[in-house]
């Protein structure tokens, strides 16, 4: 299931639980958040997989250096092996003319004295051992030389793959690179513009600033709700508003609204449950506001509820309380061209 149609699952799911029975199962909710880390998980591995590539491009690199210098070695040894060999062809050269001479000497000599006979013979017999030696070495010395230039042809194939893979890996690497760079500029511009959009609210319990490749619009209770209400205050209207207005303008922005509320339980017998239901209901309260006042496509949105379990103060002081009720509306660039290419890959 793709990203888009997995929200517009959870989208359907909490709005039809919501319109039913005015709260979401914790289960469907774990549904919905786990579907979004997804999202954040893929995102950090795209990461942690750029950073991967890096430190392979940069062994490949030093695999290919010590590929060369080995290459280096092995063209000076051939280079040296193949002075031996010629060293060695000019003396079995001398040595056969030798060998001719004393042949003919041996026999002018047959009919001369035998003592010099032998002498002769055992000369003759010295050289050929000699000869042997020498032509055993000149086959030892081109057997090493045709290894060595099987090892150098070996050598030469595996730098040229490894500079092939090399070459992949830095166009794959540029490729994310650029995706990177250019959804971290789409994060940017796009919290300016928010932040434009939304100056004259920001002293009033409002705030945009980007965390882990996201945009945050956080909005406090007192800028959006009364205490215990699902209703929005028209000064939260006039500001969610305004921020229709910047979604309307970027459509490939994906919109999470979250609700958050402090840990005071509700009376026994009061309309709304719990915490996780005002949460919910809360979050699709704004919903609301931002698809009457726009054209926003709904499959763009997701509202969850968070209740009280992810406080930003812990304290049981009336400040924490004040700050952990809140709504956060996060802005996430569309992922379509990295998921595209961790396919392909």
Same mark, same amino acid.
């Given at each position: 299931?793709?990203?888009?149609?997995?929200?517009?699952?959870?989208?359907?799911?909490?709005?039809?639980?919501?319109?039913?029975?005015?709260?979401?199962?914790?289960?469907?909710?774990?549904?919905?958040?786990?579907?979004?880390?997804?999202?954040?998980?893929?995102?950090?591995?795209?990461?942690?997989?750029?950073?991967?590539?890096?430190?392979?491009?940069?062994?490949?690199?030093?695999?290919?250096?010590?590929?060369?210098?080995?290459?280096?070695?092995?063209?000076?040894?051939?280079?040296?092996?193949?002075?031996?060999?010629?060293?060695?062809?000019?003396?079995?050269?001398?040595?056969?003319?030798?060998?001719?001479?004393?042949?003919?000497?041996?026999?002018?000599?047959?009919?001369?004295?035998?003592?010099?006979?032998?002498?002769?013979?055992?000369?003759?017999?010295?050289?050929?051992?000699?000869?042997?030696?020498?032509?055993?070495?000149?086959?030892?010395?081109?057997?090493?030389?045709?290894?060595?230039?099987?090892?150098?042809?070996?050598?030469?194939?595996?730098?040229?793959?490894?500079?092939?893979?090399?070459?992949?890996?830095?166009?794959?690497?540029?490729?994310?690179?650029?995706?990177?760079?250019?959804?971290?500029?789409?994060?940017?511009?796009?919290?300016?513009?928010?932040?434009?959009?939304?100056?004259?609210?920001?002293?009033?319990?409002?705030?945009?600033?980007?965390?882990?490749?996201?945009?945050?619009?956080?909005?406090?209770?007192?800028?959006? #709700?009364?205490? =215990? +209400?699902?209703?929005? @205050?028209?000064?939260?209207? !006039?500001? $969610?508003?305004?921020? %229709?207005? &910047?979604?309307?303008?970027?459509?490939?922005?994906?919109?999470?609204?979250?609700?958050?509320?402090?840990?005071?339980? #509700?009376?026994? =017998? +009061?309309?709304?449950? @719990?915490?996780?239901?005002? !949460?919910? $209901?809360?979050?699709? %309260?704004? &919903?609301?506001?931002?698809?009457?006042?726009?054209?926003?496509?709904?499959?763009?949105?997701?509202?969850?509820?968070?209740?009280?379990?992810?406080?930003?103060?812990?304290?049981?002081?009336?400040?924490?309380?004040?700050?952990?009720?809140?709504?956060?509306?996060?802005?996430?660039?569309?992922?379509?061209?990295?998921?595209?290419?961790?396919?392909?890959?």
């Amino acid at each position: 299931m793709t990203l888009r149609k997995a929200k517009n699952v959870i989208l359907y799911a909490v709005l039809t639980a919501a319109i039913v029975s005015s709260c979401v199962p914790a289960r469907k909710y774990e549904d919905m958040v786990t579907r979004r880390n997804e999202c954040e998980n893929a995102n950090a591995d795209l990461r942690k997989e750029n950073e991967k590539f890096y430190a392979e491009n940069n062994e490949l690199a030093n695999q290919v250096a010590e590929l060369r210098r080995n290459i280096e070695t092995l063209q000076l040894d051939t280079a040296n092996l193949g002075t031996t060999l010629r060293r060695i062809n000019a003396n079995y050269e001398q040595l056969h003319k030798t060998y001719q001479v004393l042949l003919e000497q041996n026999e002018q000599l047959t009919k001369g004295q035998a003592a010099e006979t032998r002498r002769i013979m055992e000369r003759l017999q010295e050289t050929q051992q000699d000869l042997l030696r020498r032509e055993d070495e000149l086959h030892k010395a081109t057997l090493a030389m045709q290894e060595k230039e099987k090892s150098l042809n070996e050598l030469n194939a595996r730098l040229n793959a490894s500079m092939e893979e090399i070459r992949k890996k830095e166009q794959r690497l540029n490729e994310l690179e650029s995706i990177l760079n250019k959804q971290d500029s789409i994060v940017n511009a796009l919290r300016k513009t928010v932040a434009q959009a939304l100056l004259g609210f920001q002293d009033n319990g409002l705030s945009v600033d980007i965390r882990n490749g996201k945009v945050y619009v956080s909005l406090e209770e007192r800028l959006l #709700f009364a205490t =215990g +209400s699902t209703t929005v @205050d028209p000064q939260g209207v !006039s500001a $969610l508003k305004e921020l %229709a207005k &910047v979604l309307e303008k970027n459509p490939d922005i994906n919109v999470l609204i979250e609700g958050h509320t402090d840990d005071v339980p #509700f009376r026994p =017998g +009061s309309v709304i449950k @719990d915490n996780w239901e005002l !949460s919910v $209901l809360r979050a699709t %309260a704004i &919903v609301r506001i931002l698809l009457d006042n726009s054209k926003v496509d709904p499959k763009r949105l997701t509202a969850a509820g968070r209740g009280e379990f992810l406080p930003l103060d812990t304290s049981k002081t009336p400040e924490a309380r004040r700050k952990n009720r809140r709504t956060e509306i996060i802005l996430t660039p569309k992922l379509d061209e990295l998921f595209q290419i961790i396919q392909a890959n």
